[in-house]
């Protein structure tokens, strides 16, 4: 896939994709790059998602707090507040509701 356009794609969506990987449970940085890699979002540079991280820590919809590592350095660790399970839930359907129209018309278009 075009790189340019996997990134715009990723611009729209990665902070929902972050609410829902961390509605799951809570994790720091590194380890949500991975989890968003296995899923099949593919690769997701510090650069791209600490700036992610940092808005919505700003805007309430996550919290952090350093912890210090076993077998290494400390760790910021973050976690959903009320705030993002409502904007998680507010834009996850707001998304599948955008999705859903778009898959039909893409679909029919590579069928032919």
Known sequence: MDSDRRGQWLRGVLDICVLAMLA????????LAQALDVSGVGPIQGGTLYPVLLRLQKTGLVTAQWREGSAGPARKYYRLTNDGYAALREGGSAWL???GPVNDIVTKGVAR
Request: glycine content about 10%.
């Open 24 to 31: 799951e449970r809570e994790s720091y940085g590194y380890q």
């Open 97 to 99: 509701t955008f999705v």
